[in-house]
């Protein structure tokens, strides 16, 4: 049983930056992909980034390519999302997730660890 805890959502004005960090407990956490989520108010949960077992290979959803860097440290296990140029269409809570295969995926459903969420929002 893995278990994941989000940090550094907050409150930013549009063009800032906010880093959020993932946290992962209770399971070898080099063995698991790991992907960021969003759902914005109204809107279904979208992905946003994922991260291979070893952090070699990434990928991004368009809307934020250039603007979002995923990472992870194995040693600390710890994922992050760095995000610049930050829009208001970015606010939504952002949710970090866990799979055990080598590689992540943009289906949600193949995700079986879950954060509680932390809430990103931008102001215009």
């Known amino acids: 049983q893995v278990q994941l805890v989000e940090s550094g959502g907050g409150l930013v004005q549009a063009g800032g930056s906010l880093r959020l960090s993932c946290a992962a407990s209770g399971g070898t956490f080099s063995n698991y992909a790991m992907g960021w989520f969003r759902q914005g108010p109204g809107k279904e949960h979208e992905f946003v980034a994922g991260?291979?077992?070893?952090?070699?290979?990434?990928s991004y959803a368009d809307s934020v390519k250039g603007r979002f860097t995923i990472s992870r440290d194995n040693a600390k296990n710890t994922v992050y999302l760095q995000m610049n140029s930050l829009k208001p269409e970015d606010t939504a809570v952002y949710y970090c997730?866990?799979?055990?295969?080598?590689?992540?995926?943009?289906?949600?459903?193949?995700?079986?660890?879950w954060g509680q969420g932390t809430q990103v929002t931008v102001s215009s």
């Open positions: 991260i291979s077992r070893s952090g070699g290979s990434r």
């Open positions: 997730a866990a799979r055990l295969q080598l590689w992540p995926t943009t289906d949600r459903r193949e995700y079986r660890y």
